[in-house]
């Protein structure tokens, strides 16, 4: 069910899955009762309260919200929480969890980083977030995602992104026009100040992981965030 977990802080635990915990989205036409039950499981799994997990709705922007116990769903592409358990799901986008400790106790994020959200930044957005919950010592996970090998794009569009966040350029394993995200992503995370932790493989690389380019057909991966306390 895990592709890697660790707990990385007193009390504070991140995880990604893999395709044995099965599609966990809504949105990818897969029956919703299934769905349900696989979230269950996953909360089992890891030892979080039976529906406490956050999903959000994720558009491609650059939205962070602030979860409470109370706060409905997220359409947004990064929510940060005192605790509360999130995740963030994705087939070649990047899955990124961090966590930093606040006055009061742990504070994390999890963010949906893909093309348009490495463009816009809603890495360096989210840690400001965090932040201004009163985080500091920010530490970063970035889960598996495709890599600058196997990301094949036009050549404008390798130029317009490179333009914003220059770590992107890169030429696939074939030699085309490519776009590097995790090298984007963690370009951007060290100039915030946020030191990474891990920065996992290749989804288009790995039968063990949801990869869109691979498949259209796809379904979503995982990664979590949650505190113990």
């Not at 809504?26 to 996953?42: F, I, K, M, S, Y």
């Not at 529906?51 to 939205?63: A, Y």
């Not at 085309?176 to 100039?191: V, Y």
């Amino acid at each position: 069910m895990f592709y890697w977990r660790a707990e990385v802080s007193a009390g504070v635990s991140v995880a990604f899955t893999d395709i044995q915990a099965g599609n966990l989205a809504l949105h990818v036409g897969d029956n919703a009762g299934r769905v349900l039950q696989r979230r269950e499981a996953l909360e089992n799994a890891a030892g979080i309260t039976r529906g406490s997990l956050r999903f959000m709705e994720q558009v491609h922007g650059t939205s962070v919200e602030m979860m409470e116990p109370a706060t409905p769903p997220a359409t947004a592409d990064a929510m940060v929480s005192r605790g509360l358990p999130l995740a963030v799901m994705v087939a070649d986008c990047i899955p990124a969890v961090l966590v930093g400790q606040g006055p009061g106790g742990p504070v994390l994020a999890a963010v949906h980083a893909g093309r348009p959200g490495i463009e816009n930044g809603i890495l360096p957005a989210a840690a400001a977030r965090m932040r201004s919950a009163g985080a500091t010592g920010i530490r970063a996970w970035l889960g598996p995602s495709i890599c600058g090998r196997c990301y094949e794009v036009p050549a404008d569009l390798r130029g317009h992104v490179a333009e914003q966040v220059p770590a992107t350029w890169a030429a696939t394993s074939w030699g085309t026009p490519a776009l590097d995200l995790p090298a984007g992503a963690k370009s951007q995370l060290e100039a915030a100040g946020v030191f990474i932790e891990y920065a996992g493989p290749c989804t288009l690389e790995s039968d063990e992981l949801f990869s869109y380019r691979r498949s259209r057909r796809t379904g979503r991966f995982a990664g979590l965030v949650w505190s113990h306390e």
